[in-house]
């Protein structure tokens, strides 16, 4: 375990896979204390106790994020366990599988909306007013390069990410001056389950999800006087096939 970011609380959505669980454990590995946040109990459970191994202390939060009760209670949870949160971490992700809008369901936009998106705000809300009081802290929204240019048959998705987008640049200029950092990351493809399958794009070239982690740190580590608001992070070479 290091010290960059000793004795700081980071609240990690969508931490027992992918992306969130990359971050989660290069988090662990930075000095903070972790709350774990997803739906599925035994991945968090594997997480905490890789953490553990790295020193950290992890409380494993199951919870559906789209209920804004189970939100108001993993965050009460974990300022009565842990203590503060310093960094929210809103990687939680949602998508259905890549089709036209016009044969898409109603019904998997909400889904996406909720967790994408609405998740990030309600979060968002809840843990500010001790960053507030601190005057430090840092809110991740991980969006995606689909918010900034989106494909075809991604139009409810990129909705959703591109929202995001906006909803991080509004929150930084309304908490800047009171030193409080709200970054989106947003990386292209990334080699983890949210990306299936497909003949389209050479799995080689992808991202990997420990990329994100190490940007997500870089970034909680910049000078308390600088912000990057908005990390595009994209594979060196282009894997998608001609």
Known sequence: MSDELSDQI????????GIGRATALRLARAGCDLALVSRTESELREVADEAGRNGANALVLPADITDDAQLEALVQRTLVQL??????????????????????AVAAWDRMLATCLRAPMVLSQLVLPDMLTHQSGAIINVASTAGREARAGEASYAAAKAGLLAFSRALFAEVRNSGVKVVAICPGYVDTAFVPPNRRVDRTKFLRADDVAEAIVNVLTTPPHACPT?????????PERT
């Open 10 to 17: 980071a609240l990690v959505t969508g931490a027992g896979r």
């Open 83 to 104: 203590g503060s949160i310093s960094i929210l971490i809103n990687n939680a992700g949602y998508a259905p599988p890549r089709q036209t809008h016009g044969k898409a």
């Open 230 to 238: 908005e990390v595009v992070l994209e594979p060196q070479f282009n």
